[in-house]
């Protein structure tokens, strides 16, 4: 493994039911890259994301979070490297019964970070970041669709997360706004330096955020490198997918 890998996968396998969606994969995520994740609809992008942060088990293999193996770490092990790693769910996932400042604020009382009045200062921060200010004392069905993926991701960036993965953050948005989504995520790259892993069907935004594709096809990352390999690529899945407007690929 590489020592400039963020996340690698080795050998990955998970099965449901006796379907098997992820098959032996390898995957290197290099430090303070974007990498998106491409593939149709069903092909376990979803399921991928969710081992990188260790919310789904693999049946083997194994993903490694800044060297350490995560299905042989300790309970208190899992925990920080889930702390360094922030997400934002395919569908935003804010609580509803609370509002935009206590969701945002919400990891920050669990873990008691700080006092009170750091805390409040850290929630307008994060707001501000997401160009949200002022939204604080509004429940999350005030909001429009890309203001819930703006308050989710500074959500999951209060704890100053290492890496942020993305789950589809320009699904169901206009484009003026999934524009402004994908510059959040550049944004936040450049600033911080976060590893961000980006799962997208928008062929689109892959090409503004992403430095690498991998391209998850059976079970496994069929190939890796920049947009620009990929629209030379000769596997005729690849070219079947960049040819055919992604969004039309049925949803699961
Ligand atoms: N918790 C689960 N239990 C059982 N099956 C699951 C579970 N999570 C995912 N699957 C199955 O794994 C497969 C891959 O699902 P996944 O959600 O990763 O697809 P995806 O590539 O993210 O699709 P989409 O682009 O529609 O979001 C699907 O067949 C799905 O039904
Ligand atoms: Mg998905």
Avoid: W
Wanted: glycine share 8%.
């Amino acid at each position: 493994m590489s020592v400039e890998s963020a996340i690698s996968c080795r050998q990955l396998s998970k099965q449901f039911g006796g379907v098997t969606v992820l098959d032996s994969l390898d995957l290197d995520i290099r430090k303070g890259e974007t990498l998106v994740i491409l593939g149709r609809s069903g092909t376990g992008k979803s399921v991928l994301l969710k081992h990188l942060n260790g919310l789904l088990r693999p049946d083997s293999g194994s993903v490694f979070f800044q060297g350490t193996d995560m299905s042989g770490a300790s309970e208190q092990e899992l925990l920080d490297a889930r702390r360094a790693i922030g997400m934002l769910f395919q569908g935003g996932a804010l609580f509803d019964s609370l509002t935009v400042g206590e969701n945002v604020r919400f990891a920050l009382d669990h873990h008691s970070i700080g006092t009170l009045a750091e805390r409040n200062d850290r929630v307008a921060e994060l707001l501000a970041l997401v160009d949200l200010r002022d939204t604080q004392e509004k429940m999350p069905d005030e909001l429009s669709g890309g203001m819930r993926k703006r308050a989710a991701l500074a959500r999951a960036l209060a704890l100053q997360p290492d890496c942020m993965l993305y789950d589809e953050p320009t699904t169901g948005l206009d484009p003026v706004t999934s524009a402004q989504i994908n510059a959040l995520i550049r944004d936040l790259q450049s600033r911080f330096g976060l590893t961000s892993v980006v799962v997208t069907h928008d062929i689109a935004s892959a090409t503004y955020v992403a430095d690498r594709v991998a391209f998850l096809y059976d079970g496994a990352i069929q190939a890796v490198g920049t947009m620009d390999e990929m629209h030379r690529s000769t596997d005729s899945n690849i070219k079947q997918f960049l040819a055919n407007d992604p969004l039309t690929v049925e949803q699961s």
